[in-house]
């Protein structure tokens, strides 16, 4: 079935240094969705990508989806205390990743 | 719109017991899923239910079941409970299938003693 890998499992960061998360499908996936999970917190989604090289923004989070689809990654500019918790990729049928977790220190 | 909501919230069983959880979700959405989450093995999918049937199921074994009633509320119900079984419960609802952007209750903490 499909898998769906991603990495790093954990990043600290120092605040203001970049991060970045990869998602990684053994299959060619429909479309990829991300969620990020504060401390104590459920889930929370975030965005959804359709198109192959797609490439969407949120103030300083950029999310890509590769030109095979299968493919992913977040990148957060400047990181803040406000992005710590664990990031998760998920291909369709409820295969999530294992998730990223970040910490960051002020 | 009221979010997901799941019943309860914390619960403590012992070995061999069975659990029955519940998950409302958002008003008009018809699909709703289920994971477990544990430290080590992240966001495990159990069963997505779409319009009262069962469209997609992890790799669970028949322990765990589910169901969804007719105003798309959805139980769960473990049976022999293991330790192992210790974990977060989370349902997640959207408007179609786990296509579409799911909406995550706060889950329900399960303690297997």
């Known amino acids: 079935g499909q898998q769906v890998m991603q990495i790093p499992q954990y990043q600290h960061v120092q605040e203001g240094e970049d991060f970045t998360t990869y998602c990684n499908s053994s299959?060619?996936?429909?479309?990829i969705q991300w969620y990020k999970q504060r401390p104590g917190g459920h889930p929370v989604f975030l965005i959804q990508?359709?198109?192959?090289?797609e490439v969407k923004k949120q103030k300083r989070l950029t999310f890509q989806f590769g030109e095979a689809k299968k493919n992913s990654s977040l990148h957060i500019t400047a990181t803040q205390t406000t992005d710590v918790g664990t990031y998760f990729c998920a291909g369709q049928s409820g295969r999530f990743g294992a998730g990223t977790r970040l910490t960051v220190k002020p | 719109k009221a979010g997901v909501t799941q019943t309860p919230r914390y619960l403590i069983k012992t070995r061999g017991q069975q659990v029955t959880l519940s998950c409302s979700p958002i008003s008009g959405h018809r699909s709703v899923s289920w994971y477990q989450q544990t430290p080590g093995q992240g966001l495990q999918f159990l069963f997505e239910y779409f319009s009262e049937t069962q469209r997609n199921k992890g790799n669970f074994p028949g322990r765990f079941s589910g169901r969804q009633f007719s105003n798309s509320r959805s139980e769960m119900n473990v049976s022999t409970l293991e330790l192992g079984d210790s974990a977060l419960y989370l349902c997640?609802?959207?408007?179609?299938?786990?296509?579409?952007?799911?909406?995550f209750g706060p889950g329900t903490r399960l303690t297997v003693t």
């Open positions: 299959t060619t996936l429909s479309n």
């Open positions: 997640a609802s959207s408007l179609g299938r786990t296509d579409y952007e799911q909406y």
């Open positions: 990508l359709v198109k192959s090289g």
